[in-house]
């Protein structure tokens, strides 16, 4: 091969020959340009909180895979969700943390109406009646084996757990949750949980469909949360989605949104921008995203190494969501990064 011995520093044209005058760096030179035509903004506006309620009082106990995140009692949640009011986060969702010994294979403690997760929407809607309450009306935090759905002869039954799912659900709006969001990712189940709600008279509790649900390892932190780490046999890839695929994520919203949903989410979040893009442009729907546990601690885990700045990654990655098409993110930064937001 030809090596030149001494390279030119530079070819006979001039940059302003090159780019023909267009100089794409005029906008960037100064803080006040860049505030001018930034396109995307993250606001308060856009968080959804995720808290994890857990029995007893008075009880902050800190997850050793999640960073700053607690599983909070329900007269803590109430605490912390005064503060997110104050905050002016819109919404928060509950996942809660259930006693072991309540755990069946058919998740029949879902059924109580004087749940965990029940008791903290009651408590929550009495003391905070201005946050918006959103509830995942799943069987993982019930059943014994850790799965979303009932487990017969190791099959995942489908039409079972609708009808349980959908029992769940009416129970959760007649606690006061204003937005059921189902993240089980059984066939049928909007639909059924809609017809459910306003047979019930909810015609006013909104459906938040988890339509795109990717089998992933990103969730590992919250199986820790939840106390489900240890029991999940085998894994969740006859139901959720297969990463690999698009067409087929864009096939399970376009079902959901016919049987009802309000809004769409993706999930995981960052991993899945494209999925979030593809949705909002075809379906134009409200559409968020979870930025999933796995998420939050990677940025928490490289941040406390020295090995990034926590606090740049954490806005950046809020704010890809928004330049991807999202409405709002679920996120266990929100209180974080709502308290920043409004320095
Ligand atoms: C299950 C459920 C999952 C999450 C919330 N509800 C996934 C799973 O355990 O398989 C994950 C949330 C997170 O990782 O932050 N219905």
Known sequence: ?????????????????????????????????????????????????????????????????????????????????????KLGIPAIATFPNIDGTLKDVTGSHILDPDNLINQATRAIKAAVPEIGIITDAALD??????????LRDGVIVNDETVEQVTAA???????????IAPSDMMDGRIGAIR???????????????????????????????????????GDKKTYYLDPANTDEAMREIEQDIAEGADMIMVKPGLPYLDIIRRAKDEFAMPTFA????????????????????????????????????????????????AELLSK
């Open 195 to 233: 017809d459910a709600l306003d047979a019930n008279g909810f015609q006013d509790v909104a459906i938040m469909s988890y339509a795109t649900k990717f089998a992933s390892a990103f969730y590992g932190p919250y199986r820790e949360a939840i106390g489900t780490a240890g029991l999940l046999k």
């Open 169 to 179: 659900a009416v129970l959760q709006a007649a606690a006061g949750a204003d937005i």
């Open 1 to 85: 091969m030809n090596r030149p011995t001494s390279p030119k520093a530079a070819g006979s044209r001039s940059v302003d020959e090159i780019t023909e005058g267009r100089r794409l760096r005029r906008m960037r030179k100064a803080p006040w340009s860049r505030r001018l035509v930034q396109e995307n903004r993250l606001t308060v506006d856009d968080l959804i909180w995720p808290i994890f309620p857990t029995a007893g009082k008075n009880v902050r106990e800190p997850i050793a895979a999640m960073p700053g995140v607690f599983r909070l009692s329900v007269d803590a949640a109430v605490k912390e969700a005064k503060r997110a009011a």
């Open 141 to 150: 935090p019930f059943t014994s084996h850790g799965h979303d759905g009932i």
């Open 290 to 337: 979870y930025q999933v546990s796995g998420e939050y601690s990677m940025i928490k885990a490289a941040s406390a190494n020295g090995w990034i700045d926590g606090e740049r990654a954490m806005l950046e990655s809020l704010l890809a969501f928004k330049r991807a098409g999202c409405d709002g993110i679920l996120t266990y930064f929100a209180a974080e990064v």
